[in-house]
Structure formats: C-alpha cells, structure tokens
C-alpha cells in the first residue's frame, strides 16, 4: 500500500509539497508515478520517476513547475509542486510498479490520494 500525504488549500502561485511511503515491498525496484483526477474529469499522468532516481519525465501541463524526487534510503517519493494554478485543482495519487516506469506502463500499486486545492 501507498500513503500520499501533503496536500492541502494553496494560493495561485504557491507551493506544495507531496509525499508517499510505500508501505511495503522493495522501494528500490518500484518505479513511481503522480497521478492527479480534477473534479468531473479522467486521471492523468503528471510525472514519473525511474526507480533508480537517474530519469524524470512530467507531463507538459507541469513540467518546468513540478519536480519528482525519491530517496531510497527513507523509501519516500515526493512531488515538489511550484507555482501552483488554479487548474492543477485534484487529487494526487502516488503509484508504483516493479522495474517499469513512465507514463504509460501499468502501475499496480496506487495510494488513496490526497487533495489539493488551488485558489485564485
């Protein structure tokens, strides 16, 4: 299981800061991703992380404004979230799956989510 945590009501323009703790398994094999779902519309792809930590890839609506990080030795993931827009509204899911990353593999371990809310 997957803990997300972090999430929270922000200004436009501010920052936040995600987390997520694998509860079990070996965090060093897991690729992870980002999710997010905005009221009334599908979950997308925001970013991903090699389970190693040597590759990123975001999604275009955040990349030069999210950064993706993991720290093996703490087996925690987290989503740096910068200059925040009212769009970027939803629930963030952190997934993983085992030796496989990026956007479009499919991920078998997902979290409960937590929300963020971006008003302007």
């Known amino acids: 299981q997957l803990q997300a945590s972090g999430g929270g009501l922000v200004q436009a323009g501010g920052s936040l800061k995600l987390s997520c703790a694998p509860s079990g398994g070996t965090f060093g094999s897991y690729g992870m991703g980002w999710f997010r779902q905005a009221p009334g519309k599908e979950r997308e792809f925001a970013a991903a992380i090699h389970w190693t930590g040597t590759s990123t890839v975001y999604a275009d609506s955040v990349k030069g404004r999210f950064t993706i990080s993991r720290d093996n030795a703490k087996k925690m993931v987290y989503l740096q979230m910068n200059s925040l827009k009212p769009e970027d509204t939803a629930v963030y899911y952190c997934?993983?799956?085992?030796?496989?990353?990026?956007?479009?593999?499919?991920?078998?371990?997902w979290g409960q989510g937590t929300l963020v809310t971006v008003s302007s």
């Open positions: 997934a993983a799956t085992t030796f496989a990353w990026g956007p479009k593999v499919k991920y078998h371990y």
